[in-house]
């Protein structure tokens, strides 16, 4: 039988695909209660702590993909975040911050499975769609609640900052055009969404931990 297409272009599969997952990791009780001010700036070391471990798999898969004759155009520099996860934790927790920080065994899963599937590409566009696009969406939010409710400057918040964008509308539309010229097979793009679902339990995995973790008041 001869494979059936699915419908739509690849970014609109992977956000309606994705709909039920992005909607519960984003409704878990650690995202609430440290954007409604319940928490404190330590919970939110703890999560930078997370992103660092993470993105440090995502974007060595990137280094990988860089390298792929479809998947070279996903990757942008200007989306680098390690340096400044890096940064914000120094700030966070001081110049002995890789001996402070602990990884959650729910991120070292999350981490072993970029490691396993990351450097391919149908799997590093789900999970690089899922975070990058978080960061300029969402996590433009998260930086404003995190200098509201708990007094952060920019220091210590350079993750959501994207100082080579000028505007984030164009270059999301931009991230959007180049997931859709992927040119992925049907068999493909099934894999691709499975992953983006896959890739927002991890992440709500890690938000359940560190929930555990930071209770808050």
Do not use: C
């Not at 509201?148 to 991230?175: N, Q, T, V």
């Not at 493909?188 to 929930?211: P, Q, W, Y």
């Amino acid at each position: 039988m001869p494979v059936v297409a699915p419908e739509g272009t690849l970014s609109v599969l992977l956000r309606d695909g994705t709909r039920r997952e992005h909607e519960q990791a984003e409704n878990e009780g650690f995202v609430a209660r440290l954007m409604s001010g319940s928490l404190d700036v330590a919970a939110y070391a703890d999560l930078a702590a997370q992103q660092h471990a993470v993105y440090t798999a995502l974007e060595q898969a990137s280094e990988a993909v860089r390298h792929d004759a479809r998947g070279e155009a996903l990757v942008f520099d200007e989306l680098t975040r390690v340096p400044a996860i890096e940064r914000d934790l120094a700030h966070l927790y001081g110049p002995d911050w890789r001996e402070r920080v602990r990884t959650l065994p729910a991120t070292r899963t999350y981490v072993e499975r970029l490691h396993d599937v990351g450097t391919r590409l149908p799997q590093y566009a789900a999970h690089a769609y899922t975070r990058y696009l978080g960061d300029l969406s969402g996590g433009q939010i998260v930086q404003r609640m995190m200098q509201r409710h708990y007094g952060m400057g920019s220091a210590g918040l350079e993750f959501y900052d994207f100082p080579e964008i000028s505007r984030l509308k164009p270059f999301k539309d931009l991230y959007r055009e180049r997931l859709d010229a992927l040119a992925l097979t049907p068999d493909e793009i099934d894999v691709a969404v499975g992953e983006a679902r896959e890739a927002f339990r991890l992440n709500r995995a890690v938000f359940v931990e560190l929930g555990e973790a930071h209770p808050g008041r």
